[in-house]
């Protein structure tokens, strides 16, 4: 069996829709060797869920890309995938994605025209790094 630990870096956002309330973000992530992802989320009502789901699907990226079979012991075909404090990052990324969610609502809201850009340009430069 083996065991990859992973380490978040850090969360960008790309892109977003304030009509359809959905965001494109970049997952930075780090198990022996840096690596990124983009994904699309769609609803972003539930923070909390959202970060259980990222977590879950960087671990299954994690054990498809780590899973080989070398013909000599099955136990080397599991593998155990650790987060690095796995709790305070799903209580940091439960924060970011409300805090998230509320500036897209406050894009969605804003009946000031002045304003409107630069709440959307607060939204397009959110972080979240760790």
């Not at 989320?41 to 990222?54: H, M, N, Q, V």
């Not at 609502?105 to 304003?115: C, F, N």
């Amino acid at each position: 069996m083996r065991k990859i630990i992973v380490k978040l870096k850090k969360i960008t956002v790309n892109n977003f829709s304030p009509k359809e309330k959905t965001v494109e973000i970049d997952i930075h992530f780090n198990d022996g060797a840096d690596k990124e992802i983009t994904k699309k989320i769609i609803g972003i009502d539930d923070p909390r869920k959202l970060a259980e789901e990222l977590i879950l699907e960087i671990r299954n990226l994690e054990k498809s890309s780590h899973q080989k079979f070398d013909g000599e012991s099955i136990l080397d075909t599991i593998v155990n995938i650790v987060f690095d404090d796995e709790d305070k990052i799903l209580s940091k990324l439960s924060m970011f994605f409300s805090k998230l969610c509320d500036k897209i609502d406050s894009v969605r809201t804003t009946t000031d025209a002045s304003g409107y850009i630069d709440l959307i340009n607060k939204v397009n430069s959110m972080k979240f790094d760790l």
